[in-house]
Structures are given as C-alpha cells and as structure tokens.
C-alpha cells in the first residue's frame, strides 16, 4: 500500500482565498508530482520536484500556484487566489526516480471553491 | 488536445466476463505506458506497466503494446465486482510526468 500522506483531506475555501495543501512522500522517494484530477476525471500535471528542485511545471502553475518541496519538510502547493474552476482533487505522488518509475500516489486532498 | 484516447468510456462485463481496454497516444515521443485502477473515492494504483512491443501477463491480467501505433491495451480474465472501477492509461517519456486518458469505467455485473 501506497505510505504518501496528503493533509488535509478536504478543504473548502471561498474564491479569491488561498489554498494549501501538503504531501509527505513515501520515505526514499526523491521524486514528488503534483497532478489535479478534476469531476470529470481528466488529469493535468502541474509540477514535479526531484528533492528540492522544480524538474517540470505547466504554465498554469507559474501564475496563480506554487509549490515548493523543502528539506525535512512537507511538499506543499498553493493556489494563492482560488478561483471556482479549481475545485478538484489535487493528487500528490512519489517515485524513487524520474524516468519510467512507478508513481504511487497518496489519497489526495479535495478542494471546494465556492 | 487529448494526447492519450481511451475507449470504450464505460464498459458493462458480466462476473467471469473478459473486459478489453483501449488506449492510444498522438505524441510520438512517449515511450511508456501505465495502466492504473482508480476505485471510486481512492487513489489511482498501477497495475501493469509496458514498454516493449507485445504483451506481458500478471495473473488475470494482461497488457499489450503496439510501440509502432502507440496502441495499448488491457485484458481482464475472470473479471470480479471486485475489478468495477476507473481504469485509466498514462503514458510517458524520459521527463516523467503520466499524461492520462480521461480512463474507462468498468462496472462487472454480478
């Protein structure tokens, strides 16, 4: 069973509020993605750290998110102005390398915007 | 535009049935493909990955894999209620990050 943690579970925010969401991946997991599974299950990427540094992010993500993974430290994202069309679920997951390993991901955490 | 096609969109097998899933990809620089199963309110979890031409079997489930059509597909033997889910195709190249089909809906009738 996949041992990455996503908090909170759920998160209810009003638009123009800022969201934040943490991932702590599996443990020897240098490789973090971040992905946004919306109500019709369409998948986007939005960014991916390996350690502390960003590898690959959509343009999306350099506007109104960010993300960092710090050392000893949780990986976060952050809508820093939610808008209604983020609502989704914001999958976090974890693999040992980059290229052609298996991502295992955590439960997520579900974003309401009203 | 969608990279990744999935089809059927939602399939109905009846239990001990074969249920056979579809996916494609228009980008010509991927180089593998994934197939996870998403149970509704869970996670995504792989179940069979690919990468060479042909096919590859693990337990009542089996993928195969066209590299020259970037066509792949997903066979379940002796389905179970157990198997009703979100089945969804990633596929991916040197940088990592799974582009997804928006995934089949598999429900096996009892």
């Known amino acids: 069973n996949s041992k990455v943690i996503q908090t909170p579970r759920y998160l209810v925010k009003g638009q123009g509020q800022k969201a934040k969401m943490r991932c702590i991946p599996e443990k020897g997991h240098p490789v973090v993605f971040w992905y946004q599974q919306n109500k019709n299950n369409e998948f986007k990427f939005l960014i991916n750290?390996?350690?502390?540094?960003?590898?690959?992010q959509i343009d999306m993500t350099e506007k109104r998110f960010s993300a960092e993974c710090p050392s000893n430290s949780p990986c976060s994202l952050e809508i820093q102005s939610s808008e209604a069309g983020d609502s989704a679920l914001y999958l976090c997951?974890?693999?040992?390398?980059?290229?052609?390993?298996?991502?295992?991901f955590g439960p997520g955490t579900r974003l309401t915007v009203l | 535009q969608q990279k990744v096609q999935q089809s059927p969109e939602s399939l109905i097998v009846p239990e001990g049935g074969m249920a056979s899933l579809n996916c494609t990809s228009s980008?010509?620089?991927?180089?593998y493909f994934w197939w996870y199963r998403q149970h509704s309110g869970k996670s995504p979890k792989m179940l069979m990955?690919?990468?060479?031409?042909g096919e590859k079997e693990e337990g009542r489930f089996t993928v195969h894999l066209n590299k020259a059509s970037l066509h792949t597909s997903l066979h379940i033997r002796d389905s179970q209620p157990s198997d009703s889910a979100l089945y969804l195709c990633a596929a991916s190249m040197y940088t990592g990050k799974l582009t997804f089909g928006d995934g089949t809906v598999l429900t096996v009738k009892p």
């Open positions: 997951a974890s693999s040992l390398s980059r290229e052609y390993a298996e991502q295992f």
């Open positions: 980008d010509r620089n991927v180089d």
């Open positions: 750290f390996q350690n502390q540094e960003v590898l690959q």
């Open positions: 990955s690919i990468f060479s031409n």
